[in-house]
């Protein structure tokens, strides 16, 4: 999160300014100096804004200094902030300097917060050692990763290194403990994107005869686009062992190319509770022109949180006349965050004429990278006499590929 402070109209600063400013407010062609000046102090700070790296000091609606903060000050109930002004080459500053202000919303409060994506790398973070501390650059402070692992080894081990080695070793060999702990390793390495290192441990747990690692050998290989052939071989073992991923991964592989085998382990994986093996039959049953059947299977995987089986079925739904039913089913997907569903509401209000409803879906599909959302967005900013706000949406829908919007930005500069 970052702070916002925005200046109010060009004023005389009082004769006690604590700052021993001489004025205060916003004037155009002001440097970025005197807008820091004029904008760190004095306001009334909560507790919040002690968690906050960066300060943005907006006036006439831009962006017209942006810094870091150090420390704050207090006097009285009024804090001022202290800090550094950032300059080109930080991506917080190169994002930001100049634009409109980003945390522009309907409240009139000068003072607001925001996260930008800009500073991700440079959030503040309690540090992983549990100090409580904070930390700006990976997971923990300065030699606290390595107090964290002595703490474990004196706790669990009398401080005997040795122990703790012969422990790890005996756990993790390739003829040790079991396949569990080979797995769970794994998983950890596929959550740092050490898909290597992941492979790795899969094949090791696989050998001890973990099924879950032979499933995750066949995402890794089909999914991921190392060898077909070796996924559906681990697919196969894998749904052989009894994994619910694997079963449906080898029922998809299979139906895929018509083969009837792979619907009898999608059934097998679907009574098993598998959302995804309900879902992938609906659609099979579905291209297969059977839609009593597709429509019961869609709304088991739906039932069971599958979310574009929700979409379906309300399309299923839709199609048979059925608008309420279907706007549930939409309604629902779309709180899961799914942007065709949000979408498709905005259709569905806009040819209902609730504009404003049909708005707010589009709205959020477009903040979701959609760009049919972003066209109909423009569209309705044309219909309303507003070229400008309607060429920005098309642009906008154009850059992510979207044709109409292609040939609609041809016909407005045209
Ligand atoms: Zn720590």
């Known amino acids: 999160m970052a702070i916002r402070l925005r200046l109010g109209p060009f004023a005389e600063a009082a004769a006690d300014d604590p700052l021993g400013r001489e004025y205060v407010g916003w004037f155009p062609r002001m440097t970025e100096a005197e807008a820091w000046e004029s904008g760190r102090g004095m306001w009334k700070l909560g507790g919040r804004a002690r968690r906050e790296r960066f300060a943005f000091v907006v006036g006439g609606g831009n962006v017209c200094a942006i810094a870091e903060i150090v420390d704050i000050t207090d006097r009285k109930d009024r804090s001022a902030l202290v800090g550094g002004l950032l300059a080109t080459g930080h991506p917080v500053y190169d994002a930001w300097i100049g634009k409109p202000d980003p945390f522009a919303n309907t409240s009139r409060n000068p003072v607001a917060y925001e996260a930008l994506p800009e500073e991700a790398p440079y959030l503040k973070r309690q540090c992983y050692c549990?100090?409580?501390?904070?930390?700006?650059?990976?997971?923990?402070?300065p030699g606290h990763d390595v107090r964290a692992l002595q703490d474990r080894v004196r706790l669990f081990f009398g401080s005997s290194a040795k122990d703790f080695l012969d422990w790890f070793d005996t756990t993790f060999a390739d003829n040790g403990a079991g396949a569990?702990?080979?797995?769970?390793?794994?998983?950890?390495?596929?959550?740092?994107?050490?898909?290597?290192?992941?492979e790795d441990l899969w094949n090791r747990a696989a050998a001890l005869g973990s099924a879950k690692a032979m499933a995750s050998l066949g995402v890794l290989h089909t999914i991921f686009g190392k060898d077909p052939q070796d996924g559906e071989m681990w697919y196969r073992r894998g749904a052989e062992a009894g994994d619910v991923t694997a079963m449906t991964g080898l029922g998809a592989m299979l139906s895929a190319r018509s083969d009837i085998e792979g619907e009898s382990w999608l059934i097998r994986a679907a009574d098993t509770g598998s959302a995804e093996a309900m879902f992938t039959l609906a659609e099979i049953l579905h291209s297969r022109g059977d839609h009593a059947e597709a429509r019961s299977w869609f709304l088991r995987a739906a039932d069971a949180g599958h979310v574009r089986a929700m979409v379906s079925l309300g399309d299923l739904i839709l199609k048979r006349g059925d608008e309420r039913e279907a706007v549930d089913w939409y309604t629902?997907?779309?709180?899961?965050?799914?942007?065709?569903?949000?979408?498709?509401?905005?259709?569905?209000?806009?040819?209902?004429?609730?504009?404003?409803?049909?708005?707010?879906?589009?709205?959020?599909?477009?903040?979701?990278?959609?760009?049919?959302?972003?066209?109909?967005?423009?569209?309705?900013?044309?219909?309303?006499?507003?070229?400008?706000?309607?060429?920005?949406?098309?642009?906008?829908?154009?850059?992510?590929?979207?044709?109409?919007?292609?040939?609609?930005?041809?016909?407005?500069?045209?």
Do not use: V
């Not at 769970?184 to 290597?196: N, S, W």
């Not at 799914?338 to 569905?348: C, K």
């Open 180 to 198: 569990a702990p080979l797995y769970e390793l794994a998983e950890l390495a596929k959550r740092r994107g050490d898909l290597t290192g992941a």
């Open 130 to 141: 549990g100090c409580g501390e904070f930390t700006t650059s990976g997971d923990f402070l």
């Open 332 to 414: 629902q997907a779309a709180g899961h965050g799914d942007t065709r569903a949000m979408f498709r509401l905005g259709n569905y209000y806009l040819k209902r004429g609730s504009e404003e409803r049909a708005r707010g879906w589009f709205l959020q599909a477009a903040e979701h990278d959609h760009p049919g959302a972003m066209y109909a967005l423009g569209l309705m900013r044309r219909r309303a006499g507003d070229q400008e706000a309607a060429q920005s949406w098309w642009r906008r829908a154009a850059d992510l590929g979207h044709h109409q919007a292609i040939d609609g930005l041809k016909g407005l500069s045209a």
